[in-house]
């Protein structure tokens, strides 16, 4: 038995080199294949949609002077529907959408068909494994983010189920802080009511009326505005969406009047 010893101590060393060796290469593979590589027919199917949306929506934009002239920087939006990041990328200031990535769940790409995938494709996905650890995913868009492309984050991480706001992780603010760039609030209001997570397909139309899609940008943050501390700026990022949601949840019934009040 004593002879055989050494042996077996040498096959899980070897296996444990094994293990890391694979591990590695397995890092690797996801730094090549993170960010999703944009192609030609990912931006003419993005600008039909945008085309799409404006002739059967009544879309507009509230606050897109917020956005940074320069990149880099993140944006923190709530999420309504499938496409609430490319309504975004829409008001955009000029030549940014080359730049802009996005955190994405990772099922996106296996358990949505090949809309999840276009999605991913056009956002330039980094996929984020949201019932796992997210860290590596956080590792990566920082890394991004540091090389000057702009990073769609969506704090709730998943779709509303009931059009109103969930509870708001830190991630689009730890972000942020650690890449040392401005934090982007975005509130969408209106993309629930067209194209629930409960409906296979947008319902644009309410008969012959189009429904209203606003967006809303606010002033940039700053991590140095709330000592660096993530949990401090997700608060007041979610306090902003709040009051945003308080006002403008319904733009169906609410808009006009309180843009006139």
């Known amino acids: 038995m004593a002879e055989n ?15 890391k060796v694979s591990h590695a290469d397995h890092h690797k593979a996801l730094d090549e294949k993170y960010p999703t590589k944009r192609g030609f027919w990912d931006v003419v199917a993005k600008n039909g949609f945008l085309l799409l949306t404006h002739i059967f929506c009544d879309m507009k934009c509230i606050g897109k002077e917020n956005f940074p002239k320069n ?7 709530n999420h309504q ?6 309504l975004i990328i829409d008001y955009l200031p000029k030549g940014h959408f080359k730049w ?12 949505h068909g090949k809309l999840g995938r276009l999605i991913m494709r056009v956002g330039r996905g980094i996929a984020v494994d949201r019932y796992g650890n997210p860290v590596r995913g956080l590792i990566k868009a920082k890394k991004e983010v540091e090389q000057g492309n702009i990073c769609f984050v969506f704090p709730e991480g998943t779709r509303t189920h009931t059009g109103k706001l969930a509870e708001m992780k830190d991630g689009a603010s730890y972000l942020a802080i650690k890449a040392n760039v401005p934090l982007v609030p975005v509130y969408i209001a209106g993309a629930y009511q067209i194209w629930p997570r409960t409906s296979k397909h947008p319902h644009p139309l309410n008969g012959f009326h189009r429904r209203k899609i606003r967006i809303y940008v606010g002033e940039p943050m700053y991590g ?15 306090e902003w969406m709040h009051r945003q949601e308080d006002m403008y949840w319904d733009p169906e019934t609410n808009y006009d009047r309180k843009r006139k009040s």
């Not at 802009?100 to 296996?110: G, K, P, Q, V």
Request: aromatic residues 6%; proline residues 5%; glycine residues 4%.
């Open 5 to 19: 010893k050494p042996d077996n101590m040498a096959s899980v060393s070897g296996t444990a080199a094994e293990k």
């Open 71 to 77: 990149n880099p920087y993140v944006v923190a939006s």
């Open 81 to 86: 529907s499938y496409p609430d990041g490319v």
């Open 100 to 111: 802009m990535c996005c955190l994405a769940a990772s099922d996106l790409e296996t358990d």
């Open 224 to 238: 140095k505005d709330f000592d660096n501390d993530a949990h401090k700026m997700t608060e007041a990022l979610s």
